[in-house]
T-cell receptor
């Protein structure tokens, strides 16, 4: 089956620890995106990447970092510098040059204790 | 920066009633996309509107794009309990395929 996978579904961390969220896609999509969703709010863009080894900051990049070493993978690290990291994190991908439709993974719910 | 305002934030309806959510922008939109997110789930693409005044239908769902391409609406006729979830509009015309999402409308359907 083609799709986007995110792991784990639920993640708990202690305050002050860095944590890396996984995002993998086998859709052969060029572009990948990370969003953060808080209760009652829309999705806010953290980082995005159009091609391997290149990525750009989104609207709320502070306290986060990413890498894009492979086309299929776009991991997100939530660092200890992120003031309020507890949220639902969604990864998405899009076929560059195609429609603007984004395909979302199932999400990771991060809780920092 | 570009903002997309969506109203209402919440809508509670009885099963069988109609539902509408509205999306507004202060600037002209290149295109508008609609997504549905079931409780506990992830956003799923519903449709994209590109042309001024465009109307598209998917069974009980009707999507409209305003003549000035600054607003859009999603109307559901005769809601069912399977329609529950959050409906998002998103401006799809920003650079690099970035989407700017509205805040979403949370729909609750009472049986």
């Amino acid at each position: 089956d083609g799709g986007i996978t995110q792991s784990p579904k639920y993640l708990f961390r202690k305050e002050g620890q860095n944590v890396t969220l996984s995002c993998e896609q086998n859709l052969n999509h060029d572009a990948m995106y990370w969003y953060r969703q808080d209760p009652g709010q829309g999705l806010r863009l953290i980082y995005y990447s159009q091609i391997v080894n290149d990525f750009q900051k989104g609207d709320i990049a502070e306290g986060y970092s990413v890498s894009r070493e492979k086309k299929e993978s776009f991991p997100l690290t939530v660092t200890s510098a992120q003031k309020n990291p507890t949220a639902f994190y969604l990864c998405a991908s899009r076929l560059a040059g195609g429609s603007d439709t984004q395909y979302f993974g199932p999400g990771t719910r991060l809780t920092v204790l | 920066g570009q903002q997309v305002m969506q109203i209402p934030q919440y809508q509670h309806v009885q099963e069988g009633e109609d539902f509408t959510t509205y999306c507004n922008s202060s600037t002209t939109l290149s295109n508008i996309q609609w997504y549905k997110q079931r409780p506990g789930g992830h956003p799923v693409f519903l449709i994209q509107l590109v042309k001024s005044g465009e109307v598209k239908k998917q069974k009980r769902l009707t999507f409209q794009f305003g003549e000035a391409k600054k607003n859009s609406s999603l109307h559901i006729t005769a809601t069912q309990t399977t329609d529950v979830g959050t409906y998002f509009c998103a401006d799809g015309g920003t650079s690099y395929g970035k989407l700017t999402f509205g805040q979403g409308t949370i729909l609750t359907v009472h049986p």
